[in-house]
């Protein structure tokens, strides 16, 4: 425990661009970031800023990674759940990547510096945004939006405008090899005028003689207070004599360093001032941060050092859930990890790789696919197995031994489904009941014959317009003509679908549409075990158990209607019963 907060210390000690913002003083963040420097990256500084991080990741111990998305399911169902085998997890998994688009993502590289016996984060946090790259191509990219994801974003100022207008530009798969044609068809073309779009920030364009006369003033303004600052070495809180700042600057200090305080401007003035500022004036930096309240504040901030200018570049407060300090986030919860197995980084040599080190070698290469699988993915053999700290709600499931049920009655609940199947086949056939959504169900059986004889009696029963059908068990479920039931495989199938549709029951129908009369088709096809009629769809009147097996009716007035009335109080005991009595008859 002791060791532990040690190293919590260390990591807040004052650092290169870890954490010596700590220590200074810092504002108030939206978030409660904790005042962590994290590097802003756009279209704008893409290439500086990538050249940085490769050296970075190069010099790490590690890095902590991090992504932001537009949504995370887009539909209840759409959930990984415990019943779900691996490649139903990965198709779920896939819709949520391909439905959805990224739009931040956090990279945070880890240096250990023995001479400060402490580690050294670079966060760097990139806007991302999905783009058609060639410009003459008139299709676009389409995403969705869930909304608890946006607004959760917009809770910790997550900033939009900036990720929809300066975001970097990425493709799909699919997008680059439609991209790379059409540039090679170009090429050859001999088409060199071919519209560039990963260029740097362009210019604000001076469209007006306004713009002008404000882009000078802001010259000589900042220029005046920039050598009031290198002549005097002195600014107070309340402004200067030197300096004759109209009402919108106000002179303040930011992690103790001398800044001008913009307000009052509005969104094309600041970026006339960025424009400046980039252009003329290399020791002073714009910055950006959110309050409490969630309203930004927007200075420019004098750097003697280029240390400082680093730090400060692009700086933002670094509020909880941005995929910069998230990433960074990550990776000091990765340090609290290697505490606990005793790992202890002032005994590695700077050449060391951490990945062999013995206490963390059989941890690595692990991939949980969710929080509830109970699973783990070792990544260099690509193997699945069980979770050894896993707590499983349900028992092991067996996939062979489940059913998939959906399209009952709203007032259908998951008990009743499980006291009518165990009032048919027995109160220890069942191993349990999982709920998809208000609309569907999976149910493990604990045997395999159990899922054919259900399979076959849901069948019969649906074929069945009689006052046995109406009386037996089942009837609750199959209340409303509209309940469906298929296996495991079938499950996997509707969740790899293309077809998006809120509820499950709706999805499996949309999904089964187009071959619902091969389904149909096939339950009773299983019942002709029974004695059902071989479609269930034409409508006809179904024919005898006798008629179905083509043996002979011994009277004209016996069918499968024929029952006793001691066949209908047995059914209404024991509908499995009936059931058996109709099989030994066929």
């Known amino acids: 425990m002791q060791s532990s907060r040690r190293i919590l210390l260390r990591l807040r000690a004052p650092t290169e661009t870890l954490l010596s913002r700590m220590l200074s003083s810092s504002p108030s963040y939206g978030g409660g970031g904790g005042g962590v420097a994290v590097k802003q990256v756009t279209r704008g500084n893409l290439a500086d800023a990538l050249e940085e991080l490769r050296a970075r990741v190069r010099d790490a111990a590690f890095v902590g990674i991090d992504l932001e998305m537009s949504g995370v399911t887009s539909a209840p169902w759409r959930d990984t759940f415990e019943f779900d085998r691996a490649d139903v997890r990965y198709l779920k998994l896939r819709d949520s990547a391909e439905r959805f688009a990224a739009l931040q993502l956090g990279v945070c590289p880890f240096r250990w510096d023995p001479a400060k016996s402490s580690f050294v984060a670079h966060p760097h946090n990139f806007f991302i945004f999905p783009h058609n790259e060639l410009l003459n191509d008139c299709s676009s990219h389409e995403f969705l939006c869930q909304t608890t994801s ?56 001076l469209k007006s003689a306004a713009d002008i006369l404000f882009t000078e003033r802001m010259k000589i303004k900042f220029n005046e207070w920039r050598n009031s600052i290198v002549g005097n070495q002195r600014v107070d809180g309340h402004g200067s004599e030197n300096i004759k700042f109209a009402d919108q600057f106000q002179t303040v200090f930011f992690k ?23 252009k003329r004036f290399r020791d002073l930096v714009y910055v950006c941060t959110f309050c409490e309240d969630g309203l930004s504040e927007k200075r420019v901030v004098y750097t003697d050092t280029n240390d400082d200018k680093i730090l400060l570049s692009c700086f933002t407060s670094g509020a909880k859930h941005e995929a910069g300090y998230d990433a960074f986030m990550t990776g000091c919860v990765f340090v609290q990890l ?202 006809t009147v179904p024919s005898t158990v006798e008629q179905a097996e083509g043996t002979k009716s011994g009277s004209k007035n016996q069918g499968e209607n024929d029952f006793s009335l001691q066949d209908i109080l047995d059914a209404l005991q024991d509908g499995k019963e009936l059931s058996g009595k109709r099989m030994r008859n066929a």
């Open 256 to 278: 103790m360093r001398p800044a001008v305080m913009l307000d009052g401007f509005t969104s094309h003035q600041l970026n006339l001032i960025r424009q400046v500022l980039r």
């Open 150 to 205: 946006i607004d959760f974003l917009a809770n910790y100022q997550f900033d939009f405008n900036t990720c929809f207008r300066e975001g970097i530009y990425y493709l799909s798969r699919t997008q680059e090899e439609e991209a790379l044609q059409k540039l090679y068809k170009l090429h050859h073309n001999d088409i060199s005028a071919y519209p560039n779009t990963c260029e740097e920030e362009e210019d604000t364009p």
């Open 338 to 539: 290697c505490d606990y197995l005793g790992i202890k980084f002032e005994h590695l040599s700077p050449l060391e790789n951490l990945a062999t080190n013995i206490n963390l070698k059989k941890h690595i290469n692990l991939l949980a696919p969710c929080w509830n699988s109970g699973t783990v993915v070792d990544l260099s053999t690509g193997t699945e197995r069980p979770h050894p700290g896993y707590k499983r709600r349900y028992p092991v499931t067996v996939y062979d031994n489940v059913v998939l049920i959906w399209g009952f009655q709203s007032k259908v609940r998951p008990k009743d489904i499980k006291d009518c199947i165990c009032k048919v086949f027995g109160p220890a056939s069942l191993t349990s009941v999982f709920p998809i959504d208000s609309t569907s169900v999976l149910v493990q059986f604990s045997k395999r014959e159990s899922v054919d004889d259900f399979m076959d009696l849901k069948a019969t029963l649906d074929c069945t317009d009689s006052a046995i059908s109406a009386l037996h068990p089942l009837s609750t479920i199959l209340e409303g003509g509209q309940t469906r039931a298929a296996k495991y495989d079938t499950y996997r199938d509707i969740c790899g679908s293309s077809v998006s549709k809120f509820s499950f029951a709706d999805q499996a129908e949309a999904v089964c549409s187009t071959s619902n009369a091969e389904f149909k088709s096939k339950e009773s096809n299983a019942a002709d075990g029974y004695g059902a009629y071989e479609s269930a769809l034409d409508g």
